[in-house]
């Protein structure tokens, strides 16, 4: 009877984490309580916790550190060739003076391209911003994305001419998955007089879309000068497979 009780018990356990995090109600980075705190709050045994915790951690919703205790996890974009860090802190961290202009702020419903590019089913209310980041003074990136407002409301009351969206995004709404799509574009004139290029200049775009749990939370199109942006990976050969292993 036991042993059925400890089983109930730590789905319920691994379901009230798992819960908090998709809400939003522990963010990224949020420290989840200790082993001991959680089998009191429980009734449990450790084992019971540590059985919760092990799927959260081994499915990146969580990250266990030695003495440290347990925290909300920052997912890594699903990609082998690039990671897409904030656009802020990657400009800081090259050494350049970051700038940011909010060009544009609008609610409204949805248009079939916008329900295309979120992938839903119904129009729902999407936020959707145009904005322009500029590192050292120049044009960098032009960020035009849309967020769900069905997923994340509490956006619709954020200033973003104080902040950047992807920042925000990344500091208050938890995500578990990511897909972005690479490509070269020749701009139309009103983007290369943004970015202070040449009409028809060729430029590197992002396209990313990120969901959380079922929930598609934002579709963004970052547009770089083709000059401002590398795209860098690093590979190791794979191992031979094993000969005999094919026989």
Not at 41 to 60: D, F, I, Q, W
Not at 105 to 131: F, N, S, T, Y
Request: proline share 7%; with cysteine.
């Amino acid at each position: 009877m036991t042993a059925l009780k400890d089983a109930t018990l730590h789905k319920r356990i691994r379901s009230d984490i798992s819960e908090r995090i998709l809400s939003g109600a522990w963010p990224p980075g949020h420290r989840i309580p200790y082993e001991h705190e959680l089998m009191a709050e429980y009734g449990c045994s450790r084992m019971t916790v540590n059985k919760a915790l092990a799927p959260l951690a081994e499915s990146g919703l969580i990250i266990r550190r030695r003495k440290a205790g347990s925290f909300v996890s920052r997912p890594r974009i699903h990609s082998v060739v690039l990671d897409i860090p904030d656009i802020p802190a990657e400009v800081t961290a090259r050494g350049e003076p970051y700038g940011y202009e909010l060009q544009s702020r609008k609610v409204r419903l949805a248009g079939r391209r916008e329900i295309e590019e979120l992938g839903l089913d119904l129009p729902v209310e999407v936020l959707a911003l145009r904005c322009l980041h500029r590192a050292s003074g120049r044009p960098f990136a032009l960020e035009e994305r849309l967020i769900n407002l069905a997923a994340v409301p509490e956006a619709a009351d954020v200033d973003f001419m104080r902040v950047a969206p992807g920042s925000w995004l990344l500091s208050h709404v938890p995500w578990t998955e990511a897909e972005h799509r690479i490509s070269a574009a020749n701009v139309p004139r009103a983007t290369s007089i943004l970015l202070g290029i040449e009409a028809q200049a060729a430029c590197l775009v992002l396209e990313r879309q990120t969901w959380r749990g079922d929930d598609r939370i934002t579709h963004v199109r970052l547009t770089f000068p083709g000059e401002a942006y590398d795209l860098v990976a690093r590979f190791a050969p794979q191992p031979a497979a094993n000969p005999a292993a094919r026989r």
